[in-house]
């Protein structure tokens, strides 16, 4: 691509991002329901709502580009590597396409997803345009897939399928009918007034948090045992990754405090990590101040070591150590700032549901929490290293949600949107 053709198509970019409220990208893959999405993009262009077209090759060839740029006002995205490219070019401005076309998006829609998409999706393959978007965009993805209802049903597509929802990946299913291969069966693309509604309520979450300063703290803390070992506890941080992610999602400005051996966050989030709990207090002091909410997510070490050992401990030699408790970080967070909203989460081992409430307002009460998400960490199926979870959330008005097992990325939006209910701009189907 020339560089003159790709400033024109980035001073494109930013001229939509500044004149809608939305940005919206739909990529189509090579499956006969493609023609369906000219009315779609029509509607949801009626609601301005910017609309971008990126197309595999195949799709390409079945529809050519001429009915999505008559329909969207703007030339379809296709060449990943068009023959004009020039990589000095590239390298002299910092700018890169499909990077720019990303980081725009509110939300990518993928209509209809072809057994293929859905493949090289699961997989991480990028090696288009629309594969290479996917895994560059940090907003929701929708996939819509449609194809033969054999292809549907293989079971490597039902695995792919399966594995999309687990990341997170929002699927709407297709529908029973009769195919465009003759066939009757699941194949069909779900019905555009249904993908239109679904799309507009993913769309009204975006920008939810706009304006809002998030802190998070995330994974467990170390005490010291000698030079070399350490105390800890199985927490991975995985829950507060993806609340982080999520309200980064929405539009929060956002900071992760994060545990050393923690997972890292998929996207480009600023963090600061911790080692120890008085590393975790030194962040929470400089930080808490300047945030809005606080989402306290971290398993801090309830006791401290007495009497450390300055060096290695020998292997043939008896040592007792002496634990003594450790001030709750939790309490000192509204003394950082009194006007934060305080999440807190609490660890149990066995939990009675019906001692939650009770559980819960005595962890308010002492902490001065607005919120207290309780998991049990006893299971093996959930909590400490899982990538599941169950929770209850209590709030400082006394109601009581319990979000029933599921992935911890799809209970960090569960807990965002209990805590923002009704945020966001909503837009009419």
């Not at 000095?88 to 990077?99: A, D, G, S, T």
């Not at 493949?119 to 996939?143: E, F, M, Q, R």
């Not at 399928?161 to 529908?175: A, H, S, T, W």
């Not at 963090?271 to 801090?300: G, N, Q, W």
């Amino acid at each position: 691509m020339s560089s003159d053709l790709l400033r024109d198509r980035l001073k494109r970019l930013k001229r939509i991002f500044m004149k809608y409220k939305y940005h919206l990208g739909i990529g189509i893959s090579a499956g006969i329901a493609g023609y369906k999405i000219v009315g779609l993009i029509k509607s949801l262009k009626n609601k301005n709502i910017q609309v971008s077209v990126i197309m595999t090759e195949n799709a390409v060839s079945m529809f050519g580009v001429e009915i999505f740029e008559k329909a969207t006002g703007n030339p379809v995205y296709r060449q990943l590597i068009p023959k004009s490219f020039n990589f000095r070019e590239v390298l002299k401005n910092k700018k890169v396409e499909h990077i720019s076309l990303a980081k725009s998006l509110d939300l990518l829609v993928i209509a209809p997803a072809s057994a293929n998409i859905l493949a090289k999706i699961a997989n991480g393959l990028a090696d288009d345009y629309l594969s290479t978007l996917v895994l560059s965009v940090t907003c929701p993805v929708i996939v819509a897939p449609s194809m033969n209802t054999n292809m549907w049903n293989n079971r490597t597509t039902q695995q792919n399928q399966k594995k999309l929802n687990e990341m997170g990946y929002f699927l709407i299913n297709p529908d029973s009918g009769r195919l465009a291969c003759g066939y009757q069966g699941v194949g069909r693309l779900k019905n555009i007034s249904e993908l239109q509604n679904f799309i507009l309520k993913k769309l009204s979450k975006s920008g939810q948090l706009k304006g809002l300063k998030v802190l998070l703290t995330a994974g467990a803390t170390s005490v010291p045992v000698d030079s070399v070992r350490v105390i800890t506890n199985k927490a991975s941080g995985k829950m507060g990754k993806f609340l982080a992610q999520e309200c980064f999602k929405r539009g929060a400005e956002v900071l992760l405090l994060r545990a050393e051996n923690s997972v890292r966050p998929e996207f480009n989030i600023p963090e600061k990590t911790f080692f120890s709990v008085s590393e975790l207090d030194t962040l929470l002091t400089k930080y808490v101040p300047d945030y809005d909410i606080i989402f306290h997510s971290a398993a801090v070490s309830d006791f401290y070591l007495e009497n450390e050992i300055p060096d290695k401990m020998k292997s043939h030699k008896t040592y007792i150590l002496t634990l003594k408790p450790v001030e709750k970080l939790i309490a000192k967070i509204k003394k950082y700032n009194p006007g934060i909203t305080l999440v807190g989460f609490k660890a149990e081992i066995g939990i009675d549901p019906k001692r939650i409430k009770f559980l819960g307002r005595r962890i308010m009460s002492d902490n001065q929490a607005d919120y207290v998400i309780i998991n049990d960490v006893g299971r093996k199926d959930i909590g400490f290293g899982s990538d599941y979870n169950e929770v209850y959330l209590l709030s400082s008005s006394g109601k009581l949600v319990k979000f029933r097992k599921q992935t911890k990325q799809i209970i960090a939006g569960q807990i965002i949107d209990a805590i923002f209910p009704g945020q966001g701009n909503v837009i009419k189907p």
